[in-house]
């Protein structure tokens, strides 16, 4: 019985291998190119010039080469209001859409960015791996650097006012990330 399961579990390894390999083809991407583009410098990221300091700590992601305009900001410190539960997010993007995307932006796409990566090779990936929408890691980059980034302002007390990201704000905060990066307007109010 046992060597049967084994055999059954060898043979299903080996089909999935074969789905990856087959996809890492499809998207004209060498083996050892999409190797190195996901094993590259996951939970070690640091800050560059032009980054500035957003507070808060305890993430895989304390510091990265952000783009400019961009903190990591603490979300504990985030003002966010009205959102209680999974019902207050659109149908559109649903919580656990916006939790895999916070958990990818710390898990994948800040450690792609560490690696001297981008948009485009977060797009090489998601095609390699067969995703899409809002499950993709192109998608989760536009979601957190695009037009729709989170927006705050820094107040005189050190928080910060939101004025887009709250949703991903509050999921961060569900899920135990201390920061989120976020665009940080000028100036501050208090």
């Known amino acids: 019985m046992w060597e049967a399961a084994r055999i059954r579990w060898q043979v299903e390894e080996r089909e999935a291998?074969?789905?990856?390999?087959?996809?890492?083809?499809a998207a004209g991407v060498r083996v050892e190119d999409y190797l190195?583009?996901?094993?590259?410098?996951?939970g070690c990221v640091s800050r560059g010039a032009g980054a500035s300091s957003g507070g808060g700590s305890g993430s895989a992601a304390e510091s990265?080469?952000?783009?400019?305009?961009?903190?990591?900001?603490?979300?504990?410190?985030?003002?966010?209001?009205?959102?209680h539960g999974d019902a207050d997010f659109r149908p559109s993007s649903p919580a656990s859409d916006m939790?895999?995307?916070?958990r990818a932006v710390q898990e994948v796409v800040l450690p792609t960015l560490l690696a001297g990566g981008g948009r485009e090779e977060l797009a090489t990936r998601d095609a390699v791996?067969?995703?899409?929408?809002?499950?993709s890691?192109?998608?989760?980059?536009?979601?957190?650097?695009?037009?729709?980034?989170?927006?705050?302002?820094?107040?005189?007390?050190?928080?910060?006012?939101v004025t887009n990201g709250r949703h991903r704000g509050w999921c961060a905060q569900q899920?135990?990330?201390a920061t989120i990066p976020a665009r940080v307007l000028a100036g501050s109010r208090g």
Not at 19 to 24: G, P, T
Not at 64 to 83: C, K, N, Q, R, T
Not at 129 to 135: A, D, M, S, T, Y
Not at 150 to 158: C, H, N, S
């Open 129 to 135: 791996e067969g995703r899409n929408g809002n499950r």
């Open 137 to 161: 890691y192109a998608a989760t980059y536009d979601g957190f650097f695009g037009s729709d980034a989170p927006v705050v302002e820094r107040l005189a007390d050190g928080s910060f006012s």
């Open 175 to 177: 899920l135990g990330i």
């Open 99 to 102: 939790r895999w995307a916070v």
């Open 17 to 25: 291998v074969d789905r990856v390999q087959s996809r890492i083809a």
């Open 36 to 42: 190195r583009m996901v094993s590259g410098a996951a």
């Open 64 to 83: 990265v080469v952000l783009p400019a305009g961009f903190e990591m900001i603490s979300v504990d410190a985030m003002a966010i209001e009205g959102i």
